[in-house]
């Protein structure tokens, strides 16, 4: 009797494992339904377009299957394939079953799809056509708007843009307009319409208070109309704003201080706008101001004074300069100082640069690990052999 209850169960257990194996198996094969979807890196490993054609074949789309297609189309238009991205694309936004969102988002991709293949007109007309809508679409849309005006110069459309208020300005974004108004000023003045350049540098100020450019403009219009204090007000506001607007202002600042006969107060902005932008020419020009009014000697030493704090090739060689043009020996002190100035140069130098594409490193590479060409690593040399100083 034990022999046959041993016999049951065991033909029991077996029957129950069958069972269940079978209903696994069956959920198995119902986790593989019609439309499961590969991921991007699988589509992507696919030879020819017969798993994308399948998917755009599908007779609903979900959240993850359109985060699919978006990553897809991204995908592909980073990798060159331009074509293929815009057929995703352009397929996708034929369909009837999408939400109004998603269009525009696809839309969205496709104008960018556009600029990517230079075909800039259609993709304006898609740009132009997002402005309608709302959220992160018209943001986007708006700057790559921007982006397409600014690569062909066209300033006119970008400030119509602003007054009509169809751009969704952000931070980033209007500053870019107001520079491109201000080139707009800069073609007023090129054009002796000084009015109008006035009124787009007022307009530049409006559209972002922090636009240095637009002081500079009407600075130069000033310089230009030998209103020397006015032109002065103009540059250090600009600098006040921005300290790097000290780069595009120095020469003509220097000279509107020259033509009032002001040595001094040229001394203290020049001395202020350095020690703020870092520029080495304003601090050349301090220096040369200094030498002007107390000696060659003077003028070295607070060079080589500031130097020791901020070494830097352009303002060793104008030190040299300075040496030669003055007939100044340097002392045994200075020479020390020098002497520190230039090792601290030469080790902030990188020791090797790569030919093909400038890549600077500390080590040498046979494959350069930014362009992955190989055998363009070599040496690093501030100045070809051939090249005269001329001092």
Not at 12 to 32: C, D, E, N, P
């Amino acid at each position: 009797m034990d022999s046959a209850l041993i016999y049951v169960l065991l033909l029991l257990g077996v029957a129950i494992g069958w069972t269940l194996g079978y209903r696994f198996a069956k959920q198995g094969k119902k986790q593989t339904p019609d439309n499961w979807l590969p991921s991007v890196e699988a589509l992507l490993a696919q030879a020819g377009d017969v798993s994308l054609e399948r998917l755009l074949n599908l007779s609903q789309l979900d959240d993850d299957s359109v985060d699919l297609f978006l990553k897809l189309g991204k995908t592909l238009r980073d990798k060159g394939e331009v074509d293929r991205a815009i057929h995703l694309h352009q397929s996708l936004f034929a369909r009837t079953d999408l939400s109004k969102h998603i269009l525009q988002t696809l839309e969205l991709e496709l104008a960018i799809d556009f600029s990517h293949a230079g075909l800039l007109d259609r993709a304006e007309r898609l740009y132009l056509e997002l402005l309608d809508a709302k959220g992160r679409v018209k943001e986007h849309a708006s700057r790559h708007l921007v982006e397409l005006y600014e690569d062909e110069g066209e300033w006119q459309e970008i400030y119509n843009l602003h007054v009509e208020k169809k751009l969704h300005l952000t931070f980033h974004l209007s500053k870019r307009v107001s520079h491109a108004v201000c080139e707009l000023a800069e073609e007023a003045v090129s054009s002796s319409d000084y009015l109008q350049a006035q009124k787009l540098c007022r307009q530049a100020l409006k559209i972002d208070p922090g636009c240095a450019r637009s002081f500079v403009v009407s600075g130069n219009m000033a310089y230009g109309h030998q209103e020397y204090h006015e032109a002065i007000r103009c540059y250090l506001k600009a600098v006040e704003i921005d300290p790097q607007a000290l780069i595009s202002l120095l020469d003509k600042m220097i000279r509107a201080f020259k033509e009032l006969d002001d040595p001094e107060g040229l001394l203290n902005h020049l001395g202020k706008h350095w020690h703020e932008s870092h520029y080495v020419p304003a601090l050349v020009a301090k220096v040369q101001c200094m030498a002007e009014r107390d000696g060659g000697g003077a003028g070295i030493s607070a060079l080589l004074a500031e130097l020791k704090n901020q070494p830097s090739n352009s303002g060793f060689f104008a030190l040299i300069e300075m040496v030669v043009q003055h007939k100044q020996q340097l002392d045994k002190s200075q020479l020390f100082t020098l002497y520190d100035i230039l090792r601290r140069i030469v080790d902030n130098e990188p020791k090797f640069i790569c030919k093909n594409c400038g890549f600077k490193a500390e080590e040498s590479h046979w494959r350069c690990p930014s362009c992955k060409d190989w055998a363009t690593i070599g040496s690093f040399h501030s100045l070809p052999a051939n090249t005269k100083m001329d001092i």
